[in-house]
Every structure is written in C-alpha cells, then in structure tokens.
C-alpha cells in the first residue's frame, strides 16, 4: 500500500507563498499520479491541482499561474510538491494530498494554510 505524509501549512499574509510537500512511501511503483485538493469551511473539497509520474501538470483555474506542482522520485519515496504564490484570503483551507494507485486513492491527513493579515 501507499502512505502519505504531509507538511508545510501555516499562516501567510495576502500576496505571500507558502510550499508544501507530500510524501509517499510504500508501494511507490504503483502511483500513476498525485494531486492536491483543498476544503474550506462550508464548502466542497476541489481539486487544485494533479501531476502524473511523469511530471504532466493540470490546474484548477482559480489557481493556474499562481501554484505550481511538481514531483520527485527517489529511492524509497515519491514527493509531491504545491509552491503557492500570490496567495489570496480565498486560498484558505485545509489542503490534501491524495494518490492513485493500483485504482485506489489514498488521502493525506491534511495540512492548513490560513491567508489572512
């Protein structure tokens, strides 16, 4: 199976950035993609951005030219990285890391990112 492990949430002004990071472990090979989700109070949880294992990238378009995800590979892990730009009181939710493999997802704990001055 895979696990996920993330990290990297926290509280950031309007206009700041904030990175986080996913990682996988277990049975890596099977991954054919990873993505970040987001759910604000009150609302449904989007998707914000999906990355294949080989790097091909889609955005949400409330986030496109604003976030950017990418993976690496290594030995034992897959990291899955969100870089988030020009952050907007709007981008404040609870952030997931997901992963489908074998035809199954797995879902990360989540992390928060809070965009308030």
């Known amino acids: 199976q895979v696990q996920l492990v993330e990290s990297g949430g926290g509280l950031v002004e309007p206009g700041g950035s904030l990175g986080l990071s996913c990682v996988a472990s277990?049975?890596?090979?099977?991954?054919?993609?990873m993505a970040w989700h987001r759910q604000a109070p009150g609302k449904e949880r989007e998707l914000v951005a999906i990355?294949?294992?080989?790097?091909?990238?889609?955005?949400a378009d409330s986030v496109q030219g604003r976030f950017t995800i990418s993976i690496d590979h290594a030995k034992s892990t897959t990291t899955v990285y969100l870089q988030m730009n020009s952050l907007k009181p709007e981008d404040t939710a609870l952030y997931y890391c997901?992963?489908?493999?074998?035809?199954?997802?797995?879902w990360g704990q989540g992390t928060q990112v809070t965009v308030s001055s």
């Open positions: 277990g049975r890596i090979f099977t991954i054919t993609n």
């Open positions: 997901n992963a489908l493999s074998l035809g199954s997802y797995t």
């Open positions: 990355i294949t294992r080989g790097g091909g990238a889609n955005y």
